[in-house]
């Protein structure tokens, strides 16, 4: 049976390095500021900006939220994130998405700095991934993946690697995340084959899967030895998590794989965390 590469323990020792730097900057006399701006009372959100409010106050970073109504103007909220980027208290910022439709998404999302850019909200975050001098922080999803593998001692480099999504948010800054590493990516998408799907599963060291299409990954596309890790998330009928992977005939053959719930969510948010973390550590540096 599988090894479960839990996010648990990973997300664990994430937080002592993150309590080790907040330890630091408070030495200097900073405390890490994190804003959520959330418009309207969507459930989802309310229920993120619970769990990752709880997240960072546990580590010391103190949380401002700024709730707008649904029926909030696109002047309003740009105003906002505007306040939001000339507030050097302010290291870092969420901003739930999708916006309500009479607003334009992207555009208020390409208001906000740069250097306060936590959760890829803004072209920064792929730059990231192109440029080491670019300013900003990786996809946390993407992230999280490669958090996951580096704790379990994974090696990536010269290592098959078939990332099945290529969304800008997920699965292709992973495939770019992995290529830094310095694999070799192939990457699956919707119009592939679905016969070179399961080809380039099987003939990989490692599968990373971010389709959100519950069972894609079945044991046809799996062999001894491979290490999976199941991005996917779907709510199923039966009001429970579903991986991509079909993980009762998968996990009796690979050597490794992530479960769905508590592998790579549960480490996305402490990623998330760490750039707030990051960013105020950047700007104490800077100043100094
Ligand atoms: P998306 O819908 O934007 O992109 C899905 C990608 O998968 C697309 O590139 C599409 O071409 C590809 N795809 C879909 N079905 C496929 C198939 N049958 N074969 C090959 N490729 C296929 O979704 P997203 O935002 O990238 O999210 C992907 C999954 O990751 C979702 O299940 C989402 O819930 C999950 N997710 C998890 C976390 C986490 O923290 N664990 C965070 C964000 C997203």
Known sequence: MALLLKG????????????????????????????????????????YERGAT??????????????????VTEDQLVETLEGINRDSGIHGCLMFRPLPLHLDTPRVARTLDASKDVDAMTSSAMGVLLSPSAVGYA??????????LKYYQIPLQGKRITVIGKSMTVGLPTALLMMNEEATVSVCH???????????????????????CPGLVTRDYVRHGQIVVDVGVTLGKDGKLHGDVASEEVEPIVEAITPVPGGVGSVTSTVLVGHVVEAAMRRLWKDQ
């Open 8 to 47: 648990g323990p990973v997300a664990e020792a994430m937080s002592q390095r993150l309590l080790d730097q907040c330890a630091t900057l408070k030495e200097a006399g900073v405390t890490p500021v994190f804003a959520i701006v959330r418009v309207g009372e969507k459930a989802n959100d309310i229920s």
């Open 54 to 71: 709880k997240r960072a106050q546990a580590l010391g970073v103190e949380v401002r939220s700024f709730v707008l109504p649904e029926s």
């Open 139 to 148: 996809p946390c999803t993407a992230q999280a993946s490669l958090e996951i």
């Open 190 to 212: 919707i119009l592939s084959r679905p016969e070179d799907t399961r080809d380039l599963c099987k003939d990989a060291d490692i599968i990373i899967s971010a389709a959100g």
